[in-house]
């Protein structure tokens, strides 16, 4: 049966200058090995560093699905030059034209999938057994995600339909692009098909009731940099912000 490896942890971390970014890449062993989501060119170095140390290449990847078509989970596809491209029929056409202030999608995204084989799918698809995507639109018009049957029971690889574990109780993902209501109802949708969850930007967790167990160690993440020129390397402490909210794009309905 297929099984799950987390390559990078997600974050959810941003700062007042810019969104980080950091998603969930997952690697899923299966008939072919498969990587849900591929980060942003940022992580570029680490990504193939971690599958290094998975025994894998690049070139062994055969599948990659994504999400959706925002940067900071799809910069990475070309580093799979033997892999199909697994994305949202809906997702792949709205990426060439997304609403104005959709600033996470770029309009030349299709184009850097011109390399691959693309598999547009849509409602729930069987891509192999034990692995499947279903429509979690809200977070982008055409999120997916994607459900594994693994020896552990069934667990659902979310994206940004449900980016952390707090979406539960707050009732929507972090960040809405397309629609409040479809966000709404994926975050049930998803909640009723597994109660083990990857979240897009957060460790996985199981949901129990109406409580939530994270199943990992909260990773750790180093910030650092040059604040001036009479200083060295500067280490950054990250704490908690009091209350999160969620950010909703205007033109979301």
Same mark, same amino acid.
């Given at each position: 049966m297929p099984e799950i490896e987390v390559l990078l942890p =997600?974050?959810?971390?941003?700062?007042?200058?810019?969104?980080? =970014? &950091?998603?969930?890449?997952?690697?899923?062993? =299966? !008939?072919k090995l498969t990587v849900v989501d591929v980060g942003?060119?940022?992580?570029?170095?680490?990504?193939? /560093?971690?599958? @290094?140390s998975h025994g894998i290449s690049p070139e062994d990847i055969g599948r990659v699905i994504l999400t959706h078509a925002h940067w900071d989970h799809s910069q990475n596809t070309d580093l799979f030059p033997n892999a199909e491209i697994v994305i949202s029929k809906q /997702?792949?056409?709205y990426s060439r034209n997304p609403r104005a202030n959709d600033y996470a999608t770029a309009k030349y995204f299709a184009d850097t999938l011109s390399p691959h084989?693309?598999? !547009?799918?849509?409602g729930e698809t069987e891509l192999e057994k034990g692995i499947g995507t279903f429509d979690t639109p809200g977070h982008t018009a055409g999120h997916?995600?994607?459900?594994? !049957?693994?020896s552990s029971g069934l667990v659902c690889l979310g994206g940004d339909a449900i980016s952390d574990a707090g979406a539960l109780s707050r009732g929507v993902p972090a960040f809405v692009f397309w629609s409040v209501e479809q966000a709404q109802a994926s975050l049930k949708k998803i909640s009723q098909t597994a109660n083990v969850i990857y979240p897009g930007h957060d460790r996985p967790f199981r949901i129990d009731g109406d409580k939530t167990e994270y199943l990992t160690?909260?990773?750790?993440? @180093?910030?650092?940099?040059? &604040? *001036?020129?009479?200083? *060295?390397?500067?280490?950054? !402490? &990250? =704490? &908690? +912000?009091? @209350?999160? /909210? +969620?950010?909703?794009?205007p033109d979301a309905v």
């Open positions: =997600g974050f959810s971390v941003n700062t007042d200058q810019t969104t980080l =970014g &950091l998603c969930t890449v997952t690697l899923v062993r =299966g !008939e942003h060119f940022g992580r570029r170095t680490m990504l193939v /560093e971690t599958l @290094k /997702e792949l056409e084989t693309v598999v !547009e799918v849509s997916q995600s994607v459900v594994v !049957e693994t160690e909260a990773p750790t993440i @180093k910030i650092t940099g040059f &604040l *001036d020129s009479n200083r *060295d390397l500067v280490s950054m !402490e &990250l =704490g &908690l +912000p009091p @209350k999160f /909210e +969620p950010r909703i794009n």
